[in-house]
C-alpha cells in the first residue's frame, strides 16, 4: 500500500509491506521504487530475525478502513496466485478519479512519436497513458492458469483483452497488445512529435472536446486486420495521410493530430 505524505515542502511516499494480510515493514522515500526498495530490505530483516513461520501470525492484521484513506495512492497485490495492478496510482496523482459512468467511448489513444515506432514494445506504455489522461481506469489481473499465466484486462470495467502464456510479464505484455490494437480499429488517435509532460499536459475534457465529437471519426486510424506478433503485419506502420480534397483541411487535421508539439 502505497501513501503520500507532504510535512514540510517535499512530499514523501510511503510503502507499507503486508504478508499474509499481517503488517511486516514499512518504507519511505520520494518516490515509489525508493519507498519499496526501503520496506522490502527492513522486511529482509525482520523475517531473518523470525524464530518460525507461526511469528507472523504476532504480527498485527491490516486494517480495511486504512485501504480507503484519502492519502492512500494505490494498492498492489503481488504473490504467485493474483496479482492486481492498474493505473489508479497516476489516476490520484493527476486528481482525477475515475467516474462510473463513463464507458469506452471516452477513451482516445495517445501516443508520442518514440511509442508509435514500435507499438508492440511500448502497447502497455500507450494504453496506460491514455487511459489516464482521458479519465478511465485500466486494470490488468494476472493469475495462474494450467502451466502458464492468464492476464485479463479491463477498462472501465469491461474487458478489452485476454491471454495465456508461459510467463506472467509475457501475459501482461501480450493482452496489452491485444487490447490496443483493437482501440485502433475503433477510436481516435493522437499523434505527438516527441513526448514533454511536465510542460504540457492535455486535460480529459479538452482532449473529448477536441477529439471526442465528430472529428474523432476522421482521427481514428486503422492498423489493418493483422494479427500483433506476426513479423510483417504492419504492426509499427504509423497512420496513413487520409485523402482530401482540400490541402487545408488536411493541414488543419495534422496541427489537431499533434497533442505535443
Same mark, same amino acid.
Given at each position: ?84 495492478e492498474s493505473n489508479l496510482c497516476r489516476m ?51 493469475? @495462474? ?33 491485444? $487490447? ?7 477510436? @481516435? ?28 471519426? $476522421? ?6 486486420? $493483422? ?11 504509423? @497512420?496513413?495521410? @487520409? ?19
Amino acid at each position: 500500500m502505497f501513501q503520500t505524505h507532504q510535512p514540510n515542502e517535499y512530499m514523501t511516499i510511503t510503502c507499507d509491506l503486508y504478508l499474509c494480510e499481517r503488517f511486516l515493514a514499512q518504507g519511505k522515500g520520494t518516490n515509489r521504487k525508493l519507498a519499496q526498495t526501503y520496506a522490502y530490505k527492513r522486511a529482509c530483516e525482520i523475517l531473518r530475525n523470525m524464530a518460525s513461520a507461526e511469528d507472523i501470525l504476532a504480527l498485527s492484521r491490516i486494517d480495511k478502513k486504512e485501504l480507503k484513506m484519502p492519502d492512500v495512492i494505490d494498492i498492489v497485490h503481488k504473490g504467485y496466485q493474483v496479482v492486481e495492478e492498474s493505473n489508479l496510482c497516476r489516476m490520484n496523482r493527476t486528481k482525477q478519479p475515475p467516474l462510473e459512468h463513463r464507458n469506452l467511448n471516452s477513451f482516445i489513444i495517445l501516443e508520442h512519436e518514440d511509442w508509435s515506432r514500435d507499438r508492440k514494445k511500448h502497447a502497455h506504455c500507450i494504453l496506460t497513458q491514455s487511459a489516464t489522461q482521458c479519465g478511465c481506469l485500466l486494470e490488468w489481473r494476472s493469475e @495462474p492458469s494450467g502451466r502458464g499465466y492468464r492476464c485479463t484486462m479491463t477498462l472501465q470495467g469491461e474487458q478489452v483483452a485476454s491471454c495465456v502464456t508461459y510467463l506472467r510479464k509475457d501475459a501482461v505484455r501480450i493482452a496489452s497488445i491485444i $487490447a490496443l490494437f483493437t482501440f485502433y480499429e475503433t477510436h @481516435p488517435v493522437v499523434q505527438g512529435f516527441h513526448i514533454d509532460y511536465p510542460a504540457v499536459w492535455t486535460t480529459r475534457d479538452q482532449l473529448m472536446a477536441t477529439f471526442g465529437g465528430p472529428a474523432a471519426s $476522421a482521427l481514428t486510424s486503422t492498423v489493418g486486420d $493483422a494479427v500483433p506478433g506476426s513479423p510483417d503485419d504492419g504492426a509499427n506502420k504509423p @497512420p496513413g495521410r @487520409p485523402s482530401h480534397s482540400n490541402e487545408d483541411d488536411y493541414k488543419l487535421e495534422v496541427r489537431q493530430r499533434f497533442w505535443t508539439v
